[in-house]
């Protein structure tokens, strides 16, 4: 089995930053991508920012230039969020695709204040 556990989320004013970190663990061997979603009241869930193994990182328009992803380890995956927005805050979601099946964290809140 695969576990995600992550970390960071919390409660910001806007034009703040935030550090989310996921860290995988269990059979990950094989891993082809890692990323982060997020999911608004009312709203679905939607790729925020993902990194594949060997190849490049992809962002979702409204966070480019401010969210950066990143890897440590090759089963850390991190999501630095700078110049954060009211329209931000959602659950942020950790997922990992270990040799073609999709793993999820549990979900960590981010919130900005206006």
């Known amino acids: 089995q695969v576990q995600l556990v992550e970390s960071g989320g919390g409660l910001v004013q806007a034009g703040g930053s935030l550090r989310l970190s996921c860290v995988a663990s269990?059979?990950?061997?094989?891993?082809?991508?890692m990323g982060w979603y997020r999911q608004a009241p009312g709203k679905q869930r939607e790729l925020v920012a993902a990194v594949t193994s060997g190849g490049p990182s992809n962002y979702a328009d409204s966070v480019k230039g401010r969210f950066g992803i990143s890897r440590d380890n090759a089963n850390i995956v991190h999501l630095q969020m700078n110049s954060l927005k009211p329209e931000d805050t959602a659950v942020y979601y950790c997922?990992?695709?270990?040799?073609?099946?999709?793993?999820w964290g549990q979900g960590t809140q981010v919130t900005v204040s206006s």
């Open positions: 269990g059979r990950i061997f094989g891993i082809n991508s």
């Open positions: 997922k990992i695709t270990v040799r073609g099946v999709d793993y």
